[in-house]
């Protein structure tokens, strides 16, 4: 389980929206209960899907980064693909984790 990355090393917005690939940005703190519950399912469920790179951004107030994706409670799980967000979930169940990675390892069907 990655530690949660301090200010000065968590990446700004910028850097966030030029992610290639899924990724799976994670908000709270190493002393946040909820934080501390839900880590095992995420770690369960991100051995599933070894293609999705996790970061954990440690966040309180005046955090620009938290503060960007309007985060209010922790954990919160911010599930965004080739810098996209396509899920966000506050305090989240196992099947909003499960439902997060789907949304960002199922491949995009081709338009035609």
């Given at each position: ?81 080739d ?9 989240p ?20």
């Amino acid at each position: 389980m990655p530690a949660y990355l301090l200010p000065d090393q968590a990446p700004t917005r910028e850097e966030v929206d030029a992610f290639e690939g899924p990724v799976l940005l994670e908000f709270g703190t190493g002393w946040c209960g909820y934080c501390r519950a839900v880590a095992p399912i995420v770690d369960r469920l991100l051995a599933q899907h070894p293609q999705v790179h996790h970061l954990k951004v440690e966040d309180g107030s005046g955090r620009p980064l938290g503060r960007s994706f309007r985060v209010t409670l922790w954990p919160t799980l911010v599930f965004l693909r080739d810098g996209k967000v396509l899920q966000q979930s506050a305090r989240p169940e196992r099947n909003d984790i499960e439902q997060g990675l789907k949304s960002i390892t199922t491949p995009q069907s081709a338009e035609a």
